[in-house]
């Protein structure tokens, strides 16, 4: 009988964990779940869930290719199919970026040119649209699935199991009128009316529900000059929009750097490796001077300008932020884009930015090592600093920011840490009240865009995997606790799922240790920075190297038993 392996999803983690397995020479019974009812291009890239306007958060460069690469793809379209996907032919570049549902039909094909290899491969493949996974059940040797579908539930068991839910998506947007939890689906903002909007967020999650919304009240175009421009509908005079945040700040431009990234000067893999291994837990302090040392290291005058040699990592963020914080957001962000589009130009790295941006998987090496404390610590105070430096947006997005602001349908909201949300829940008939340092907004229509929230073992929809303790919370040293190998190491649980290096929950369980969660959202506590489709691949990877290498063994074992 042929290894039997279910991937329930197909979305990019899913995809790139087949990726991997069809390359296998033993053949294999691969089953893929998938939800919806078109295998392939994940939610976070499909037509239904996403507005044309909504950019992807990864330039093509950046894009791991399936079976070619994005821009390949996009090269041997036909003209017609370029113009039903809004793409310019001679504006197709590396580092350009696309809209998501482009991603989407690009995932798509190469899903189709995998299940061709797969079964060119001797693969017995099974490809299963509309099936929900709705629970899991771990026995001695196989894992059990229960699968509905629109004939009813039934059961199927299999060796290997790979959780690849991906988003964990609201089943209601409009949780109340005019309240929405979520920027997505799409469609869902279209009924926004011509009122004031106000949008939690300002990271490229705010910025898709704004350009849902402000393409539904009016259109983006270029001027005579190229420059971009906003153009809002007749009888849409009473839309503005109102992007908010602690730190009131837009997101950066995606700026120019080498690809793949250079390898850091002092704060490397080895140096941050060597701290893992003295056994010591607090080492967050240590990591940042490893960090700082880098900056100093790769711009000086950088360094110099904020003082970098007295700052802490409760200090850093500060003097990261602090020129942003005193400027004008549009400002800043006009300034910003010339800059960028300059330096794009120039082929110019600014060397302080590189130095941030090619450690932060360097430094996330060390975080399930930390203690309570100095995790509590990274997660406060240092962890925002990368994601702000990575989480750069489209220059396409900022042109249609200052498009927004210069006809007056935009400004951004600084929250601060002491704000009070009203909705319909508090006796508003509509929408939401913001309240920050004794002043309300009052919008009609409200949208939550804070992104994807991290969620706990508790939170799987899979009951008898919970009930029967096959995941638990993850666990991280107390502060002040001794070695790892300290049988009396005393730990907390602090959330997420506890996995080990192959993506396997940890568990006491004598159930089958085959079971592998590859979905994100129980994986962001002790991995902050896994997230877009990088990170898919790097999972995808891990889990499907480590499904090969126990069925090679498995088969080793097998043909070592005497007849």
């Given at each position: ?15 790139y964990?087949?990726?991997?397995l ?12 998938e ?5 392939g291009?994940?939610?976070p ?11 992807s958060?990864?330039?093509s ?7 070619e ?29 696309y809209?998501?549902v ?8 190469q ?28 026995q001695?040797e196989q894992?059990?699935l ?7 539930q039934s ?6 199991v ?39 967020g ?21 001027d005579a000059?190229g ?15 109102t ?10 431009a ?5 690809l ?9 893999e ?5 701290l893992?291994?003295?056994g ?6 240590d ?6 040392r880098e900056i ?9 300008r ?11 963020a500060?003097a ?12 800043w ?10 330096n794009r ?20 090496r ?5 203690d ?17 430096d ?5 220059l396409?997005?900022i042109?249609r ?40 907004y009052?919008?009609?229509?409200f949208?939550d865009?804070t ?7 508790t939170?799987?929809?899979f009951?008898t995997?919970?009930?029967?303790g096959?995941?638990?919370l ?10 790892e190998?300290?049988?009396?190491l005393?730990?907390v ?6 996995v080990?290096?192959q ?6 369980s004598?159930?089958?240790n085959?079971?592998?969660?590859a979905a ?10 896994v ?7 790097d999972?995808g ?13 498995s088969?080793?074992?097998l043909?070592?038993?005497?007849a």
């Amino acid at each position: 009988m042929l290894p039997r392996i279910a991937i329930i999803g197909t979305g990019p983690t899913g995809l790139y964990t087949f990726k991997q397995l069809v390359a296998s020479t033993v053949p294999l019974s691969l089953t893929l779940y998938e939800a919806e009812g078109e295998p392939g291009k994940g939610t976070p890239y499909h037509p239904d869930v996403n507005d044309p306007a909504m950019l992807s958060n990864i330039p093509s460069i950046e894009l791991p290719a399936f079976t070619e690469t994005l821009v390949g793809w996009l090269r041997r379209q036909t003209d017609a199919r370029l113009m039903e996907l809004g793409v310019m032919r001679n504006a197709i570049d590396d580092r350009e970026f696309y809209p998501r549902v482009v991603l989407g039909d690009y995932m798509q094909e190469q899903f189709d040119r995998l299940c061709e290899t797969a079964r060119a491969n001797g693969h017995d493949l099974s490809v299963l649209a509309r099936h929900k996974v709705i629970d899991i059940e771990l026995q001695p040797e196989q894992i059990r699935l229960r699968v509905e579908n629109a004939d009813g539930q039934s059961d199927a068991l299999f060796d290997h199991v790979v959780m690849a839910t991906g988003h964990n998506w609201p089943d209601t947007t409009e949780v109340r009128p005019g309240y929405f939890v979520s920027p997505w689906p799409a469609a869902a903002l279209k009924t926004v009316r011509n009122e004031r909007v106000g949008i939690l967020g300002t990271s490229l999650s705010g910025i898709d529900a704004l350009m849902t919304v402000a393409t539904a009240h009016g259109m983006f175009y270029a001027d005579a000059n190229g420059d971009l421009q906003y153009q809002p509908a007749e009888g849409t005079e009473d839309f503005h929009a109102t992007m908010m945040s602690r730190k009131g700040l837009l997101p950066e431009a995606d700026f120019y750097c080498p690809l793949p990234y250079m390898t850091p000067r002092i704060c490397t893999e080895e140096a941050i490796d060597a701290l893992i291994a003295s056994g010591r837990h607090d080492l967050l302090d240590d990591v940042f001077d490893l960090f700082r040392r880098e900056i100093v290291a790769a711009d000086p005058d950088y360094a110099a300008r904020i003082g970098l040699s007295q700052l802490t990592v409760e200090t850093f963020a500060a003097a990261y932020y602090r020129d942003r914080v005193e400027s004008d957001p549009f400002v800043w962000a006009a300034r910003n884009l010339a800059e960028t589009e300059e330096n794009r130009i120039r082929q110019h790295t600014v060397p302080w930015r590189y130095a941030i941006l090619i450690t932060h998987e360097i430094v996330a090496r060390v975080i399930p090592h930390l203690d309570e404390q100095d995790l509590k610590r990274f997660h406060r105070h240092f962890k925002g600093i990368f994601i702000d430096d990575y989480a750069t947006v489209p220059l396409t997005s900022i042109r249609r920011l200052l498009a927004l602001s210069r006809v007056g349908k935009l400004d951004i909201l600084k929250l601060g840490e002491d704000y009070k949300i009203r909705t319909a829940e508090d006796g508003l008939d509509r929408g939401a009240e913001v309240t920050v340092a004794g002043d309300a907004y009052r919008f009609g229509a409200f949208i939550d865009a804070t992104g994807q929230e991290t969620l706990s073992a508790t939170d799987l929809p899979f009951p008898t995997l919970v009930a029967q303790g096959g995941v638990k919370l993850s666990e991280t040293p107390v502060a002040g606790t001794l070695r790892e190998t300290d049988r009396a190491l005393d730990t907390v649980r602090t959330g997420g799922i506890d996995v080990d290096e192959q993506y396997r929950p940890k568990t006491t369980s004598s159930m089958s240790n085959r079971l592998y969660c590859a979905a994100i959202a129980f994986l962001l506590h002790k991995e902050p920075f896994v997230q877009g489709i990088t990170s898919a691949r790097d999972i995808g990877e891990t889990v499907g190297n480590a499904i090969l290498a126990d069925v090679m063994e498995s088969e080793t074992r097998l043909f070592q038993i005497p007849a």
